[in-house]
């Protein structure tokens, strides 16, 4: 059975690689940015449409699923938090344009781990409530990509909503062991080290459950105000970018904010900038992808994509559940999973024509 999925805000391509690593195929892709317009179009041979919101609907050819990374800084720390109140928050609506008039069997769409707790969790009530609306059964979950076989520490929220009353089961997702970040590392380059006295290393070194082992920072003149006392040298942007950690561990999550690759670790005694290819491996893409651009652009795009393999999964279990009847048919039997919560039908109206 062939079934076909749109791609929007498609980025450089990582929903697309998942899903088409499990036998889906793309019919459609839209994406504004340039640069990765053009490294989308290098790997996948297709230029993707551009601004969402000028696409007609009925240029869209049939689909039955659809997936999208919608824009997540204005949900995000970095992004400042603004939701919908930024215009780039108000794309979920262009989104729902698409679902009402095609109505595809599923659709999956992902956003920041925060995306969930945003104004109160009124946000997400909102996304939840506009495709219940609309005929959809909705659940979610935050899921971590260190789990799905990459050395880094990457929340994300997942909706995935369905037609036909079935509720797509994220207990199913098969999780791996956590590898560490030296697994993924290029063993020759030309590596970008920092001298001795440039950052300090600290003895005291524990590992978080996440599998991160902070072992120093870089020694950096940053702003003090507002600071706690030895903290100084971590006052940045999630405060992670001047942090040097064990390549024993894992890694923190990529920001599409670090355009500059602050990215240093702890590797055979010496510490030294992640490469934009180490960067792409942790983001799940292999080797032949390829890359094209200044490496301020590659970070940047990186930072701003989804994980391959965690999309793989959800891929497999997308088309197990929702496009198998037998499947189908067993999963309306069983007890309901996950996490969506109730809210007054009023409310969510209220909330929505305040947007």
């Not at 020694?219 to 003090?224: E, H, P, Y």
């Not at 100084?232 to 561990?249: C, D, F, M, T, W």
């Not at 891929?315 to 009847?325: E, I, P, R, S």
Request: contains cysteine.
């Amino acid at each position: 059975m062939n079934i076909n999925f749109i791609d929007l805000f498609a980025g450089i391509g990582g929903f697309r690689i998942g899903f088409q690593n499990v036998g889906f195929r793309c019919v459609f892709s839209s994406e504004i940015d340039e640069h990765s317009r053009e490294i989308y179009n290098l790997n996948h041979g297709e230029l993707p449409k551009g601004d969402i919101t000028k696409i007609p609907v009925q240029s869209i050819p049939k689909f039955d699923v659809l997936t999208a990374g919608f824009p997540c800084q204005p949900f995000s720390i970095a992004g400042e938090k603004r939701g919908f109140s930024d215009t780039r928050g108000t794309l979920f609506f262009d989104i729902l344009r698409i679902i009402k008039t095609s109505k595809p069997r599923a659709v999956i769409l992902e956003n920041v781990k925060h995306f969930k707790n945003h104004d109160n969790g009124n946000t997400l009530k909102i996304v939840l409530h506009s495709l219940m609306d609309i005929g959809y059964t909705v659940n979610w979950d935050v899921l971590n990509a260190v789990n799905f076989g990459v050395p880094q520490n990457r929340e994300r929220t997942i909706i995935v909503a369905s037609l036909d009353g079935v509720k797509f089961n994220f207990n199913k997702l098969t999780t791996t062991s956590h590898i560490k970040l030296e697994d993924i590392l290029e063993d020759d380059g030309d590596f970008e080290y920092l001298d001795e006295n440039e950052y300090t290393l600290i003895q005291k070194r524990t590992k978080q459950k996440s599998g991160l082992i902070f072992v120093g920072y870089r020694n950096k003149n940053l702003r003090t105000k507002g600071v706690k006392d030895n903290t100084e040298h971590l006052s940045r942007v999630h405060k992670q970018p001047n942090r040097i950690y064990s390549a024993k561990g894992t890694h923190p999550t990529l920001s599409s904010q670090e355009s500059g690759g602050r990215y240093f670790i702890l590797h055979k005694g010496r510490v030294r900038k992640l490469t934009v290819r180490e960067c792409y491996r942790l983001m799940g893409f292999n080797d032949n992808f390829i890359l094209n651009g200044s490496k301020a652009k590659l970070y940047n795009r990186i930072g701003n994509s989804i994980v391959v393999p965690m999309v793989e999964e959800i891929a497999k279990q997308v088309k197990f559940q929702l496009f198998n009847d037998e499947c189908i048919k067993k999963i309306e039997l069983e007890p309901k999973q996950g996490n969506l919560f109730s809210l007054n039908y009023s409310d969510t109206n209220k909330l929505a024509s305040s947007i």
